[in-house]
């Protein structure tokens, strides 16, 4: 079978509910924190995705047993101090950054050396970001060219608290100090510029002693170490990244609405939402709850005749870092000229974002002025594509993929959008749900 996607033609108006895959960033989480607990821990909606099957993989290899299917996973944890550790043990990340990264703080005490490795996109990303703070507990890390992977933990046994200021706003850095610091003897004190904050709520969730003080642009968190965990049972919300590929579908297409159920509206995870309805977007929030507190909600969406360009603020960037793709395809249709200024963070992700986004932009004729940090976007209310656009070598980026497809149903053309299985890391479902759309019988509006 080809390993790429031929979209002649763009999608009809649609009027549709759908459910979205669970939210990975909480999805691996769980995983790692299930298998220190004492017993079983269950989860529901958990996302089957490359990287979450990494995530149960990598705990297997420590005598962690697991059972899975469709409807639920069960991980049968040994406790904080019940991983078997081996000689010559490798961790394989696959294409998953927030596992290689937060399985970082969990093997701070290894007794032996044990090797971390990913695919190529993940062996070029910035792994001494997460070695540097952790090396302060008293752990050692030898990586490639002193930046990547593959690397070496050399664990310790005497572990120290320290305080760290975290300026970068990545909750993969917070979140393996956070990790780290539970093993450690006094107190781990972190000065954390705002991120996506699931690490803490999963703490505070478990009753596990974390003290966070929140500020307008930074949260002061201290975490002691601890004893116990206790088994978690969690019915994982739909995820807000995957989630927004529709979302900028349904407004992009003319006449059509859609309802995505019981997704993931965490506060910090929601600007692409906040971003969106600043340009126009029609999106609301309803049946909203609280769940072991994270914040949920069905998103209503309908298409929109007109978008507004944004001079998008720099606060919203952490809390869309992971969106910026599919909020740059949106602003391709505003009518005027959308500013996104300090996303260097984008080029430090699975490809180089900001410069693969202004490249597909430009493919579909959209003008664009590009830095290493910004971007400027000449949006066109009429745009219509009419040629053949070819998608490829853009390092299997899964995002670059699904903003594509997005894009080719949206304005027209004849694309060609190569490596299909890139999807699998973090949405496998994305095509199947694409396709319920596309073969929409049912004209029935919800509004």
Request: charged share 25%; glycine share 6%.
């Amino acid at each position: 079978m080809l390993n790429k996607l031929i979209i002649k033609k763009k999608i009809k108006t649609f009027h549709k509910k759908i459910k979205i895959s669970g939210d990975k960033s909480i999805s691996i989480r769980w995983v790692l924190l299930a298998s220190l607990a004492n017993g079983r821990s269950r989860a529901k909606n958990l996302l089957l995705s490359e990287d979450v099957i990494s995530s149960i993989n990598a705990i297997k290899k420590f005598g962690i047993k697991v059972k899975y299917n469709a409807n639920y996973c069960d991980i049968y944890g040994k406790g904080l101090n019940g991983y078997k550790f081996q000689k010559n043990i490798i961790i394989d990340s696959g294409n998953s950054g927030t596992l290689g990264r937060l399985i970082m703080g969990l093997l701070i005490n290894t007794p032996y050396p044990i090797k971390l490795i990913g695919d190529k996109s993940l062996s070029k990303r910035d792994f001494k970001r997460i070695a540097d703070p952790l090396s302060k507990f008293g752990a050692k890390f030898q990586l490639k060219k002193g930046i990547n992977l593959p690397l070496k933990i050399y664990g310790s046994n005497k572990l120290q608290g320290f305080k760290y200021f975290e300026k970068k706003g990545s909750a993969q850095c917070k979140s393996a100090v956070i990790f780290a610091g539970m093993r450690a003897e006094g107190s781990t004190i972190i000065k954390a510029k705002k991120s996506r904050n699931h690490t803490e709520l999963l703490y505070k969730y478990l009753k596990l002693p974390i003290y966070i003080n929140k500020k307008k642009n930074f949260d002061f968190i201290k975490i002691n170490k601890i004893k116990k965990i206790n088994t978690i049972n969690y019915d994982i919300p739909s995820d807000i990244s995957s989630s927004a590929f529709f979302i900028a579908l349904t407004t992009l297409v003319n006449d059509s609405s859609l309802i995505i159920k019981n997704v993931n509206t965490n506060p910090t995870r929601i600007g692409v939402v906040t971003i969106l309805k600043k340009m126009g977007a029609n999106i609301t929030f309803k049946n909203k709850s609280t769940y072991n507190g994270e914040e949920r909600a069905d998103i209503h969406i309908k298409s929109v005749n007109n978008l507004n360009p944004i001079n998008c603020p720099i606060s919203l960037n952490s809390k869309a870092i992971d969106e910026f793709l599919i909020i740059f395809l949106v602003a391709a249709k505003a009518n005027g000229v959308s500013s996104f200024k300090n996303l260097s963070e984008l080029d430090k992700k699975e490809s180089p974002r900001l410069q693969l986004g202004s490249k597909l932009l430009r493919s579909m004729g959209v003008k664009t002025i590009t830095t290493k940090n910004s971007i400027k976007i000449f949006g066109d209310p009429n745009l219509e594509i009419n040629k053949k656009i070819i998608i490829k070598d853009y390092f299997k980026d899964h995002r670059i993929f699904m903003t594509s497809v997005v894009a080719a149903l949206s304005f027209g053309g004849n694309w060609e959008i190569h490596d299909k299985d890139s999807i699998k890391t973090s949405f496998p479902k994305f095509l199947n749900i694409i396709n319920d759309l596309i073969n929409d019988k049912k004209k029935k509006k919800y509004y």
